[in-house]
C-alpha cells in the first residue's frame, strides 16, 4: 500500500492512461459491485485520513443548500452571511457554488484537522466517494482516475480493483 503523498502523485499521473482504460473495462463488464466494496472500506480502514488531508488541501469543495443553512447554523451566520465570507464560485463553472480556499487548502482546514467538522459539506462526508456518493459506482469511476493522483484511498483501491478482476 502506498500512502506518500508525492509517490501517490507520480504513480496516479503515470498511471492515469491505464486508469482511464480501467475505468471503460469497468463500464463494459457488470462486476458485482459488492466486491470492490469491500476493498474500499478495507482501505479505507487503513489509511489515516487525520495524516493525509490531502483532499482538503488540493480538491474544490462545493456546497449545496442544504449543507449551506447547515454551515450556517453551525457558526451563528445567516445563509447569506455563509455564502458572502465562506464561499466563492468554481473555476469549472458548477452550478454550486465551493468553498474559499487559501494557498494552503480549503478556508476551513486548520493543519489537518477540520475546523467544522462536525458540520462539514456532505461532499466532505463522502469522499472520496468510492463507497459513498451520489449517482451508481459506475458513474463515480469518472473521477477516479483524477483523485487517484492525490487520494491514496483511490490509488491503493483501483491498483487491488485490478487485481481483483486481473486488469492487464
Ligand atoms: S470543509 Fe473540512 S473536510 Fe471539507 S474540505 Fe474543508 S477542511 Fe476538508
Ligand atoms: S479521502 Fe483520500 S485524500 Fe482525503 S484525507 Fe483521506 S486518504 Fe487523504
Not at 480549503?106 to 458540520?119: M, P, Q, T
Request: aromatic share 10%.
Amino acid at each position: 500500500m502506498v500512502t506518500d503523498l508525492i509517490q501517490i502523485r507520480r504513480l496516479g499521473e503515470k498511471k492515469q492512461g491505464e486508469n482511464e482504460r480501467f475505468r471503460r473495462h469497468l463500464k463494459r463488464h457488470n462486476f458485482p459491485e459488492l466486491r470492490f466494496r469491500r476493498v474500499a472500506e478495507e482501505m479505507e480502514s487503513n489509511i489515516d485520513c487525520r495524516a493525509c488531508a490531502n483532499c482538503c488541501k488540493v480538491a474544490e469543495t462545493d456546497v449545496t443548500k442544504r449543507d449551506v443553512a447547515r454551515l450556517a447554523r453551525y457558526l451563528g451566520l445567516t445563509p447569506d452571511q455563509f455564502v458572502d465570507q465562506y464561499t466563492t464560485s468554481s473555476a469549472f463553472e458548477q452550478k454550486e457554488p465551493i468553498l474559499r480556499r487559501r494557498d494552503t487548502g480549503c478556508i476551513f482546514l486548520e493543519g489537518n484537522d477540520c475546523s467544522i467538522y462536525e458540520a462539514r459539506p456532505d461532499t466532505c462526508r463522502d469522499f472520496p466517494h468510492l463507497i459513498r456518493g451520489a449517482g451508481s459506482f459506475e458513474s463515480r469511476m469518472w473521477q477516479m482516475v483524477d483523485r487517484a493522483t492525490y487520494c491514496p484511498i483511490v490509488y491503493n483501491s483501483l491498483e487491488e480493483f485490478k487485481e481483483l478482476v486481473k486488469f492487464k
